[in-house]
């Protein structure tokens, strides 16, 4: 069964920084491109970040491109996600996913809806003075 529990959400003031986690198990993680989405109160899902299964390649959302860093340990089946300079509408649920099919190139996956990539429960960021 495939399990993603993501950590690290909390309330910080605009500016400041967090550094998101995720525990991947249930599947070979080093086979699969991985995916932070995010959700803000009456808004749709939207990825925020793409990293390719070996690492090697990244994307990000136009919104967080420069201040966000996606990174991944294959060895520990963890996916992070580095948030610098964060600012309100950054404020939302986090939540990791996982390409529902192995070795796909990110240019391939950031086209899917996210709606459809198995996520995790989430951990909220908030950004509020």
């Known amino acids: 069964e495939v399990q993603l529990v993501e950590s690290g959400g909390d309330l910080v003031q605009p500016g400041g920084s967090l550094t998101l986690s995720c525990a991947a198990s249930?599947?070979?993680?080093?086979?699969?491109?991985m995916i932070w989405l995010r959700q803000a109160p009456g808004k749709d899902l939207e990825w925020v970040s793409v990293?390719?299964?070996?690492?090697?390649?990244?994307d990000y959302a136009d919104s967080v491109h420069g201040r966000f860093t996606i990174s991944r340990d294959n060895a520990k089946s963890q996916l992070y996600l580095q948030l610098n300079n964060l600012q309100t509408d950054d404020t939302a649920m986090y939540y990791c996913?996982?390409?529902?099919?192995?070795?796909?190139?990110?240019?391939?996956?950031?086209?899917?809806?996210?709606?459809?990539?198995?996520r995790g429960q989430g951990t909220q960021v908030t950004v509020s003075a």
């Open positions: 249930g599947f070979i993680f080093s086979t699969y491109a």
């Open positions: 990293i390719s299964n070996g690492g090697s390649t990244t």
């Open positions: 996913a996982k390409d529902p099919r192995p070795y796909r190139a990110i240019g391939d996956v950031v086209r899917d809806t996210p709606s459809t990539f198995p």
